[in-house]
């Protein structure tokens, strides 16, 4: 399906694992030092450990039985050997939690840890060095010695099972990532507007009826049509309470507690199409298919007093299935529009004496809070629930940005990071082009390796509630099992090294050379990952009105080969040293060459359109939003033309009109100027209704120039780059001021209907 993952075996040399590398541990742990010599583990290994420690077991059959797959030998326990792997639990020597000391020379192997996490984590550092499938090859360990302990405590990794169901055998081999990986908090969303997965015993048909939906599966997310009464619902999917309970067993061997997500008060359509009734209107609905929401209740009631009921009989049922302190109610993106509607909701603000709908979620978590705190366990939400009020104990998952997470950690609350960049794991993270369509934004490898979890803004004392962070892999563009490991390996050791290991360990370059065991491990257990971003990244600098373009790509031991008279680069075009100087309109093409190979699917191409505004400064009414700031402020004249994909290039403004100013720095003769804009349909970027031109001699008296109307329809799905046009009789002006006209709102029959738009512009050509 991805071309992607075929091409991977060419990347990847599958002899390094012959010999055992103590320098390719991900995480890096905290000191290593390697020494001559190897221990080899065969039948005659046995493993020593106080019998008494009886919690140590699980983690000893887990050796055993990984020993036992990659080599066939059957490890000893407890039995006289001359070659042993000594297991002990001791606090004081090693006092981090999940902290342990090993050490290999020629008196055997010797694990020293805290607590059960810490034997655990030392038995993954030991198999990390060995075959990662079977083989017939000795098993040699090298002699080393090695203390290692976290960072942070909550090192986590999300799926979202709801909008796409995988089964228990994609969550278990999931937990065994996380496992190898020393991740220890894996956060399953299993509830939300397209499924519910979770047998609860009170409602049948929260799973009955809310676990499956009319199959759109072949088509984009935002375009899978609602259910039409009468059609099957044959995708989907539950886990039942003895399938959890066997999950939860699974992951608390290998050291991985699970957190339950059972989203309220809002992204529940899913229980409302089982239960009507929990809705404001309390209209039937049919399950949802994908992300078109008109006509859908997702919210609950939460005047009506049955709701509480409801939700508390459910959280029973889970905190019964799930040891975990923290049950992660969700509370994110509620549209709080049903709610200003509803009589019930209505009447319970003047009860409450609430101010406003904000305040009446408030109360509704808190009212949950309340339930949970009584259970023993700890609530935690999305950050939306700092709204209206935090509830007293919550811990707060920070996921629009890192505002939220700031402001709790500043009102000592604990907080774990989830920010959309660089956190989250559905975005690309390479390409665009080539890659498997992915819902947007660019985490790359390097931008994930790179991200620290305790702010700036936060001091010492603050930073202390930063419990860890955690990736989120939304599933609304994930379908397989292939493509959720593609979109996890590897940004998921990048991550792991980030929450483990000391920040001063840190290293890119040696992390990409450790990197590479793994991939070859990927590689043998048939895992499908990404080989790295080999993306050519293309900066145009537009300074005082020249323009050079700057090459680079994140990959470390790679040299980047172009093009500009638009062929196709190879390993012998010429070799990237310094910004290219672009002096008429050319295309620059340009690949990533490793080991004599070039590595991308597709050249990264980008058109260079030379005009009179090159390097012009521009000056916004208002400025575009940050997270649509292509290159730069300058990027409307950076004779970088927009392409097809929303992340790059354009200046994107939200539900505001676009107004721009821009000085030639001196009077210049034109008679055309154009306005490039897309549309996103999927995306909720609309084209504006007009854009008009008006030139300038003094920056002050401004004539129209033209005033060209849209004629595309707000309804085009596909995405539409269109050129508003102004052509006129040759003038001499030194300043031009444009204003392109949103569209406001999304359309009728859009996911969004009536909610703000997007508008999106890049480069005014001026000629
Ligand atoms: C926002 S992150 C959501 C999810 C979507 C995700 C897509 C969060 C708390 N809510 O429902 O799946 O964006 O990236």
Redesign the pocket.
């Given at each position: 399906m991805f071309l992607r993952f075929f091409t991977i075996t060419l990347c990847v040399l599958t002899s390094l694992f012959t010999k055992a590398q103590t320098n390719s541990i991900i995480p890096k742990p905290v000191s290593l030092t390697e020494q001559n010599g190897f221990f080899t583990i065969d039948n005659n290994t046995s493993i020593q450990y106080n019998a008494t420690h009886k919690n140590i077991a699980p983690a000893v059959d887990f050796f055993v039985n990984a020993i036992n797959t990659i080599s066939g030998y059957k490890l000893k326990v407890n039995s006289p050997s001359k070659n042993n792997i000594q297991l002990v639990l001791d606090k004081k020597l090693i006092p981090q939690e999940e902290g342990y000391q090993l050490s290999i020379n020629a008196q055997g192997i010797k694990i020293t840890a805290n607590s059960y996490g810490g034997i655990f984590y030392a038995m993954q550092s030991v198999l990390q060095l060995l075959p990662q499938t079977r083989t017939n090859a000795k098993l040699i360990a090298p002699y080393m010695q090695a203390t290692d302990y976290p960072r942070f405590k909550w090192r986590g990794m999300h799926m979202?099972e709801s909008?796409h169901f995988f089964g228990p055998e994609v969550v278990k081999q999931y937990i065994d990532l996380m496992a190898m990986y020393k991740l220890n908090t894996f956060h399953w969303h299993l509830v939300?507007d397209q499924g519910w997965r979770i047998e609860i015993k009170k409602y049948p048909a929260l799973t009955e009826i809310g676990a499956w939906r009319v199959n759109h599966n072949d088509k984009v997310w935002g375009n899978r049509p609602q259910a039409i009464a009468g059609e099957q619902p044959t995708y989907g999917g539950y886990y039942t309470q003895a399938q959890i309970k066997e999950i939860v067993a699974y992951a608390q061997i290998r050291n991985v507690t699970i957190v339950p997500e059972i989203e309220m008060p809002g992204?529940v359509a899913s229980a409302i199409a089982a239960m009507p009734e929990l809705s404001c209107t309390q209209l039937p609905q049919l399950p949802m298919t994908g992300g078109i929401y008109s006509n859908m209740s997702s919210n609950y009631c939460v005047g009506n007093e049955a709701t509480y009921g409801f939700i508390e009989n459910v959280l029973s049922e889970v905190i019964a299935l799930f040891p975990s302190s923290y049950i992660h109610i969700?509370g994110?993106?509620v549209d709080k529009g049903p709610w200003k509607k509803c009589a019930r909701c209505q009447a319970r603000i003047k009860k409450e004496g609430l101010q406003n709908e904000e305040e009446l979620q408030s109360y509704f978590i808190k009212r949950v809070e309340r339930f949970i705190v009584s259970k023993k366990r700890k609530m935690i939400g999305?950050d939306e629930i700092l709204e209206g009020g935090l509830a007293p104990e919550a811990t707060v998952m920070s996921?629009r940005g890192e505002t939220g997470g700031i402001a709790a950690a500043k009102m000592k609350h604990d907080v774990v990071m989830t920010p959309?960049s660089p956190c989250?794991f559905?975005h690309y993270q390479a390409g665009p082009e080539g890659e498997p369509l992915a819902?947007g934004g660019m985490n790359t490898l390097k931008i994930v390796y790179d991200y620290e979890p305790i702010p700036a803004e936060l001091n010492s004392e603050e930073a202390k509630y930063v419990l860890g962070a955690q990736a989120?892999v939304?599933?609304?563009y994930i379908t397989t099992k292939e493509q959720l490991e593609y979109m996890v390996l590897p940004r998921m050791l990048a991550l792991a090294e980030v929450l483990w290991s000391p920040k001063e360990n840190k290293n890119w370059v040696k992390f990409n050379e450790r990197l590479k065991y793994h991939f070859a491990g990927f590689e043998q257990k048939g895992l499908h990952f990404s080989p790295g971003n080999f993306t050519v990244e293309v900066k145009p600098i537009a300074e005082n009105g020249k323009l050079t373009v700057a090459l680079s790509s994140e990959i470390t031991n790679a040299s980047i080969r172009y093009t500009t008279d638009g062929s196709l680069p190879n390993t012998s075009s010429t070799l990237y040293s310094a910004p290219i100087q672009i002096n008429a309109s050319q295309v620059v093409k340009a690949v990533t060459v490793q080991n004599g190979k070039i590595m991308n699917l597709v050249p990264a191409t980008q058109a260079f359109a030379m005009h009179s505004a090159i390097g012009a400064t521009v000056k916004y009414v208002s400025a575009p939003y940050k997270g649509y700031m292509a290159g730069g402020i300058n990027a409307l004249t950076d004779g970088v033309r927009g392409k097809n994909t929303v992340g790059k290039f354009w200046h994107g403004f939200y539900e505001n009109n676009i107004e721009a100013t821009i000085d030639l720095g001196a009077e210049k003769n034109i008679s055309k100027l154009t306005l490039g804009c897309i549309q996103s349909y999927r995306d909720w970027i609309f084209l504006p209704t007009a854009v008009r031109f008006e030139v300038s001699k003094d920056g002050l008296n401004f004539t129209e120039v033209g005033n060209v109307l849209n004629d595309i329809s707000v309804n085009e799905q596909a995405n539409t780059i269109k050129d508003f046009i102004a052509t006129f009789p040759q003038t001499s002006v030194r300043y031009i001021r444009v204003k392109a006209i949103a569209t406001r709102v999304c359309p009728k029959g859009h996911g969004g209907e009536g909610k703000p738009s997007w508008t999106f512009a890049d480069e005014l050509v001026v000629e």
């Open positions: 979202d909008r939300d992204h969700g994110d993106e999305w996921w959309g989250y559905d819902i989120n939304w599933g609304e």
